[in-house]
């Protein structure tokens, strides 16, 4: 049992893992781990600029794993509002990874939103983010989708995003995040 420690103690040392969690997302959960991200990020004596942009995104994302996150029913009737997050550095980009499980039924919805997020330009995705905003939408969970958007204007970067089926009912639905200076 050990080695398998040290495995993965050595893989998430060689992909600079900071942070991982596994579990339940609760409000005093994300309150913890913005704590300490931000002192880790005080530590590496990050530059205030890419700080602030990793500490805004975190929040989004985590966030959304606390709003968004279905809970699965076990063979045994319980309810399951497990989901995954992590946080790295390699150089000078961070990587936030999140993945929880997400309805069959609600995939085809999430997957378009974030597919035409990905088409927008910076400028695009300004004016979609004051469009959503003044529509007041709101998805059933609440926020109109803003916080994809915010992610996606805050790094610069495309949502890459992926579905893994795990049965007929729920996929494990993952996000990874990249931020660079």
Request: glycine residues 6%.
């Amino acid at each position: 049992m050990m080695l398998n420690i040290y495995d993965f103690y050595d893989k998430m040392e060689r992909n600079n893992i900071m942070l991982s969690f596994k579990g339940d997302i609760t409000s005093e959960l994300l309150t913890s781990v913005l704590q300490i991200m931000e002192s880790k990020l005080d530590n590496l004596q990050e530059e205030p600029k890419i700080k602030k942009k990793v500490y805004n995104v975190l929040v989004e994302c985590l966030q959304n794993l606390y709003h968004h996150l279905d809970e699965v029913s076990t063979d045994q009737d319980e309810k399951i509002r497990s989901a995954i997050f992590m946080i790295g550095k390699i150089e000078s980009q961070y990587n936030i990874i999140t993945g929880n499980y997400i309805k069959n039924s609600s995939i085809e919805a999430l997957k378009k939103r974030l597919e035409d997020i990905n088409l927008l330009s910076k400028e695009e995705l300004k004016e979609y983010y004051k469009l959503v905003l003044s529509n007041g939408e709101m998805s059933s969970k609440g926020g109109g989708g803003l916080g994809m958007i915010d992610i996606a204007r805050k790094t610069g970067q495309k949502l890459n995003f992926n579905f893994s089926p795990v049965d007929d009912k729920y996929s494990f639905f993952s996000l990874n995040i990249k931020i660079s200076q």
